[in-house]
Nanobody
Framework: QVTLTESGGGLVQPGGSLKLSCRAS????????TGWFRQAPGKEREFVAA??????TYADSVKGRFTITRDIGKNTRYLQMNRLNFDDTAIYYC??????????????????WGQGSQVTVVA
């Protein structure tokens, strides 16, 4: 059983940056994937980004603005979010599991979830 603990998030103006953290309770195996999803009010949870081994993939809406990084020693993954806009307002969730690349965009494919972090872009 892996527990994911998120931190970060908050209020930011358009064009600003935030960094989310996701700390795992144990070091995952080599084939473990780490993902990020978000859910805006009244909308379904949507894929943001994922990392499988050394490979990363991003949703088109965040490509070039968001970046996944890692600190293996701290069992922590980060989501660096730059050039935020109003459409990025949502609760962000990190996820982990043994997920194949073709399934990373499906929330049901992921086994473990963080508690969520609110990101709000306000003028």
């Amino acid at each position: 059983q892996v527990t994911l603990t998120e931190s970060g998030g908050g209020l930011v103006q358009p064009g600003g940056s935030l960094k989310l953290s996701c700390r795992a309770s144990e070091r995952p195996g080599r084939m473990f994937a780490t993902g990020w999803f978000r859910q805006a009010p009244g909308k379904e949870r949507e894929f943001v980004a994922a990392e499988i081994g050394l490979m990363t993939t991003y949703a088109d809406s965040v490509k070039g603005r968001f970046t996944i990084t890692r600190d293996i020693g701290k069992n922590t993954r980060y989501l660096q979010m730059n050039r935020l806009n109003f459409d990025d307002t949502a609760i962000y969730y990190c996820a982990a599991g043994s997920v194949a690349l073709e399934s990373v965009m499906k929330p049901d494919a992921w086994s473990y979830w963080g508690q969520g972090s609110q990101v709000t872009v306000v003028a």
